[in-house]
């Protein structure tokens, strides 16, 4: 039996690889600069290429762009080792996401959960046909470490909900179709039982977006705001007033992706862009010092990456913990702070230049700005740590 | 390969679990020491014998379970839970791999049923001076008549004073070779050094050392090769005890913080200490990762078992440093005490650590092994 399973899994295998080689264009293969080297799709949907459009549409037809979901939502029906085994050899041809979407790695698990059939069978197979472009409004300028104190309002109106207020982080809301967001229906409850989770279309009147900048320069974050809106009923998913549970239940999947777990995104390491730029004595690098650093980073690392694997295999023997992905978000952004200041370092003055020139893209001290907000979104390292010490270690509160 | 341990594995490991809690838990170390730091309980050898501990890594053409590294490993992991001591390390994770490693039929024909028996009991006399390294030995081996002499100083020797037989690494003209001597021929001089651990080490001179000519452990295959076989066997297999002290003190100190009282509550509710100890439960995770990634290198005997054997010496060494420290400024004052077992805990990591390089040497390999 199980040496049948294993035939059939080296067959799968083979099969992916050599459809992905067949398939996969080479333009395709080579790792992104910026994210919107991605398909997102969206109802303003443009392709970059043609190579992008035939790799979408290819994967499309293998049902391979969620290649874990069901089926019925659009889905390819993997199991959750031959979907091991497809990203394993996207990564190693080096495939890019034939479309990137919130909607794929936030919203989709939290609709799988807590949504009826009519709205999954409506909502899921337009995420993997990459029609709507979705975004996520939940911190607000008074609720951030402390979400669950957001005010923007939803008003019963007898056949819809009329929703005031204003959210900030919103990534690329000014792009988005559609936002996935938390709302207060309930005041005279406590904090975390007054709060539902609702959709709302972007287009709707009353909807309005501003851009923020950021101190790596021009960022994908928003402003959002919401003056008497009208939202359907049925864009309201769970229950009423129990929308933290689906907030919870997709901050852990949000904090995955910005942990960089199922990143198929080659990195170089930091020692090889150390023996380009820094001064090597008797084949070491000369800088005793820097050279530990990286030592100590590198051991980290990669350590890091055997722990996601680790864990993600013990995950389908059935021991999960929700709460892990608080670790994973915790430690992924620190290292990746880490790994940023020690390019910085090991570049000198060329990791600061700012404006493109012929020596620098500006790029290593853009990301160097850009992750010092990798350990404040998505919850601050400080959140996870008290996550951690209460939700894993089961340390008490006052 | 899953990295997750097997269902056999598994049970290993909860059987040992079981046993050292009842047969060997921390009094009884703290009992041994207190007995003038007495080596271990040889009842107690007696029956991890007879769980067959001692003949896990020796293969079935040996009579051995050939049960792997990772099945030791998860040994080795519970007995740095409960400090147990025998002769594990000494005699099975070294003595018995080296026998294993090696080509002299001879020799694996005599001595493989004594180790497994438990009878035999091997000490590895590889360090020469106060700081671990993998080459430049100065102790030499010389032909001389139908055999050899040994001449030169080693310590650091685990179970080195109680050891029947050491395995001696030696320089000759030829290059590095592995001999087998009894720990009574002459012109060999043992003296113990009592180390903070409470453990016995022994400090080895030898002087014109004779020793007959099929006392050489490795013919045709090259002592350096074997050499660096043994080491990636020694890092792992240590990493794993230094996972189970790290456990063990992480888990008295989550404790802890649960139960003491002072300023009317449980210290526990402090988000101060509370940030730290969800800071060590990260590093803890990822010490777990490379200590089953690095026993299961051993297993599958792949080329990245060296790189994946620095690994985990580097990380479960600095780990074992910061864990067993945070563990007693925790405690507070009852953590300074005797009375305490948490300060058995520091006083072994320091050794361990030591045993076979401390992390800065594992992470100066690593760094040398990419190339800079």
């Known amino acids: 039996m199980q040496i049948e399973n294993e035939v059939a899994v080296s067959d799968f295998r083979m099969e992916t690889r050599s459809w992905l080689e067949a398939n996969c264009p080479k333009s395709m293969c080579k790792s992104i600069k910026d994210p919107f080297d991605l398909y997102w799709g969206g109802r303003n949907a443009k392709f970059n290429s043609e190579d992008q459009k035939i790799w979408y549409e290819r994967m499309l037809e293998k049902c391979w762009i969620v290649p874990y979901w069901e089926i019925q939502y659009g889905g390819g029906g993997l199991t959750p080792e031959e979907n091991n085994i497809l990203t394993q050899e996207m990564t190693r041809l080096g495939c890019r996401k034939p479309l990137y979407s919130f909607g794929i790695a936030m919203l989709g698990p939290a609709l799988l959960k807590f949504a009826t059939e009519e709205q999954k069978l409506h909502y899921l197979p337009e995420i993997v046909e990459g029609k709507i472009w979705w975004c996520q409004g939940y911190s607000e300028p008074n609720a951030g470490s402390d979400l669950a104190s957001l005010q923007t309002k939803a008003i019963d109106k007898g056949d819809y909900y009329e929703v005031t207020g204003s959210k900030v982080w919103t990534s690329y809301a000014d792009k988005s179709d559609w936002i996935f967001c938390l709302v207060r229906t309930n005041f005279e409850a406590t904090k975390h039982n007054g709060i539902s989770f609702m959709l709302i279309d972007m287009t709707s009147e009353g909807v309005s977006t501003r851009p923020i900048k950021l101190i790596s320069g021009k960022s994908p974050f928003c402003e959002t705001f919401f003056d008497t809106v009208k939202v359907p009923k049925a864009n309201l998913i769970g229950s009423l007033n129990e929308g933290w549970t689906i907030a919870k239940y997709l901050l852990t999947h949000e904090r995955q992706m910005i942990g960089g777990i199922g990143e198929t995104d080659t990195r170089k390491n930091v020692h090889e862009v150390a023996l380009e730029n820094l001064a090597i004595q008797n084949g070491k690098i000369a800088d005793s010092i820097l050279r530990t650093e990286i030592t100590h980073f590198e051991t980290d690392e990669e350590i890091f990456d055997l722990t996601i694997q680790r864990i993600t295999d013990e995950a389908k023997t059935g021991n999960n913990s929700g709460a892990l992905s608080s670790f994973f978000k915790l430690y992924g952004t620190e290292l990746n702070v880490t790994r940023q200041e020690l390019l910085i370092a090991v570049n000198g003055s060329d990791g600061l230049i700012w404006e493109e020139n012929e020596k620098s893209d500006g790029d290593l001290a853009r990301k160097f700005c850009r992750s010092k907000g990798n350990t404040i979104e998505g919850g601050t390292s400080e959140v996870q740590l008290n996550i951690i010490s209460k939700l894993i270690l089961g340390l008490p509160t006052k | ?372």
């Open chain 2, 1 to 372: 390969m899953a990295l997750i341990i097997t269902e056999e594995q598994k049970m290993l490991k909860d059987s040992a679990n079981e046993f050292l809690n009842t047969k060997a838990p921390v009094s009884q170390m703290r009992a041994l020491r207190d007995a003038k730091y007495s080596s271990f309980d040889k009842e107690l050898w007696k029956e991890m014998v007879a769980m067959g501990w001692t003949a896990l890594t020796i293969p079935e053409s040996y009579n051995g379970l050939d049960f792997g590294y990772v099945g030791l490993g998860q040994i080795i992991e519970e007995t740095g839970k409960t400090l147990s001591k025998s002769p594990l390390l000494s005699s099975i994770l070294l003595g018995s791999s080296v026998l294993r490693l090696a080509d002299n039929e001879d020799l694996k024909k005599t001595f493989f049923p004594g180790i497994m028996e438990g009878t035999i009991q091997f000490a590895l006399a590889l360090q020469e001076g106060k700081h671990h390294q993998a080459d430049n030995f100065k102790t030499t081996v010389k032909r001389s008549g139908e055999g050899f002499v040994i001449n030169g100083h080693k310590n650091f020797i685990i179970d080195g004073a109680t050891a029947n037989h050491f395995i001696v690494v030696a320089n000759s003209d030829r290059g590095l070779g592995f001999f087998l001597v009894a720990a009574n021929t002459p012109g060999i001089t043992i003296s113990k050094d009592i180390l903070l651990d409470a453990g016995t080490y022994g400090d080895v001179h030898f002087k014109e050392v004779y020793i007959p000519k099929n006392y050489q452990l490795n013919i045709k295959i090259k002592g350096e090769e074997l050499l660096n076989s043994l080491l990636s066997i020694a890092y792992s297999g240590l990493s794993a005890e230094m996972l189970g002290i790290i456990q063990q003190a992480f888990d008295m100190t989550i404790k802890y913080l649960k139960e003491r009282q002072q300023f009317g509550v449980v210290i526990g509710t402090y988000q101060a200490l509370q940030h730290r100890a969800a800071k060590l439960f990260g590093e803890i995770e990822l010490c777990k990762s490379i200590v089953l990634k690095s026993l299961q290198a051993l297993d599958e005997n792949s080329e990245e078992r060296f790189k994946y054997a620095h690994l985990a010496k580097a990380k479960l060494g600095k780990t074992v440093k910061l864990v067993t420290n945070e563990a007693i400024q925790m405690h507070g004052g009852i953590g300074v005490t005797d009375d305490a077992d948490i300060g058995f805990y520091i006083k072994r990591a320091r050794v361990v650590q030591q045993l076979f390089g401390d992390y800065n040497y594992h992470l100066d390999c690593l760094a040398t092994m990419k190339g800079y």
